[in-house]
């Protein structure tokens, strides 16, 4: 059974930082471009970061570019979402996402990929 599991959400002042991390289990997913979207009450799941399975391609939303980093860990078959200088804007749900299509360097939309975790609570206070 596949399984991704975020961790490392919480609360945090304005410019604060956290580093959310998702392990995946089941499968390996070297191979495959992985993501993370987020979602805040009331509104709509939206892309946030994603990267190649080699990790050498990277691609941000333009809200959180210059402040959040993706990276991966293909021996751990982890990968980590560093959230830098966050604003109160960024408080939502954040979700990691992996695809199951080879041929996809990076990924934006949601349908996209194929795997997903429950998601971790990311909540900034001003």
């Known amino acids: 059974q596949v399984q991704l599991v975020e961790s490392g959400g919480g609360l945090v002042q304005a410019g604060g930082s956290l580093r959310l991390s998702c392990a995946a289990s089941?499968?390996?997913?070297?191979?495959?471009?992985m993501g993370w979207f987020r979602q805040a009450p009331g509104k709509e799941r939206e892309f946030v970061a994603t990267?190649?399975?080699?990790?050498?391609?990277?691609y941000y939303a333009d809200s959180v570019k210059g402040r959040f980093t993706i990276s991966r860990d293909n021996a751990k078959n982890t990968n980590h979402l560093q959230l830098n200088g966050l604003k109160p804007e960024d408080t939502a749900v954040y979700y990691c996402?992996?695809?199951?299509?080879?041929?996809?360097?990076?990924?934006?939309?949601?349908?996209?990929?194929?795997?997903w975790g429950q998601g971790t609570q990311v909540t900034v206070s001003s």
């Open positions: 990267i190649s399975w080699k990790g050498d391609r990277t």
């Open positions: 089941g499968r390996t997913f070297s191979s495959y471009a």
């Open positions: 996402a992996a695809s199951n299509d080879p041929q996809l360097h990076f990924g934006v939309r949601l349908d996209e990929y194929d795997y």
